[in-house]
T-cell receptor
Framework: TQLLEQSPQFLSIQEGENLTVYCNSS?????LQWYRQEPGEGPVLLVT?????EVKKLKRLTFQFGDARKDSSLHITAAQPGDTGLYLC?????????FGKGTKLSVIP | EAQVTQNPRYLITVTGKKLTVTCSQN?????MSWYRQDPGLGLRQIYY???????DKGDVPEGYKVSRKEKRNFPLILESPSPNQTSLYFC???????????FGSGTRLTVV
């Protein structure tokens, strides 16, 4: 079973601060996907990164895939209360999706 | 609207009483999967399907069955539910695994 270590597990910051969430593994994935989940709802896809070294931007969110395709990071600039939620990384390969345990982000106004 | 629909949304049942959770997608996706989400353990894959009549076990398949007779439907069957199967279940679909999955809204199952 492939494992994805996600850190930090919890993060509480003030509105306007920057933050980075990390997702690491010893396994190589064909892609790394980031999701956001609200309580009691299904995860919603934010982005998929496929190529080693790839960087994607989604407004204030920047996603990076490691050169070796084993790790990824999510950076949020100037966090807002609407960014509050559970952020999940997931590695894809061999028709399976392996999830990290998530980072619970709270942005305080 | 493109979506994955799960039913029921909430279910309370007794140990040993067979149940089925339905999942349907309207996006003509090839891939479908079932996950369970538990506190401290995160999302774990139960079963997945690459196409009609093609299914395989995920990380936690014990006590579950699936079938994929049609492309759009992928039901999850618990033949004899036990309390340790109390969990939040999600169905998801994708047309290609590297393009990300669309998840259903979840089924909260309680087995007493």
């Amino acid at each position: 079973t492939q494992l994805l270590e996600q850190s930090p597990q919890f993060l509480s910051i003030q509105e306007g601060e920057n933050l980075t969430v990390y997702c690491n593994s010893s396994s190589v994935f064909s892609s790394l996907q980031w999701y956001r989940q609200e309580p009691g709802e299904g995860p919603v896809l934010l982005v998929t990164v496929v190529t080693g070294g790839e960087v994607k931007k989604l407004k204030r969110l920047t996603f990076q895939f490691g050169d070796a395709r084993k790790d990824s990071s999510l950076h949020i600039t100037a966090a807002q209360p609407g960014d509050t939620g559970l952020y999940l990384c997931a590695g894809a390969g061999s028709y399976q999706l392996t999830f990290g345990k998530g980072t619970k982000l709270s942005v305080i106004p | 609207e493109a979506q994955v629909t799960q039913n029921p949304r909430y279910l309370i049942t007794v140990t040993g009483k067979k149940l089925t959770v339905t999942c349907s997608q309207n996006m003509n996706h090839e891939y479908m999967s079932w996950y369970r989400q538990d506190p401290g353990l995160g999302l774990r894959q139960i079963y997945y399907s690459m196409n009609v009549e093609v299914t395989d076990k995920g990380d936690v398949p014990e006590g579950y069955k699936v079938s994929r007779k049609e492309k759009r439907n992928f039901p999850l069957i618990l033949e004899s539910p036990s309390p340790n199967q109390t969990s939040l279940y999600f169905c998801a679909s994708s047309w290609q695994e590297n393009y990300g999955y669309t998840f259903g809204s979840g089924t909260r199952l309680t087995v007493v």
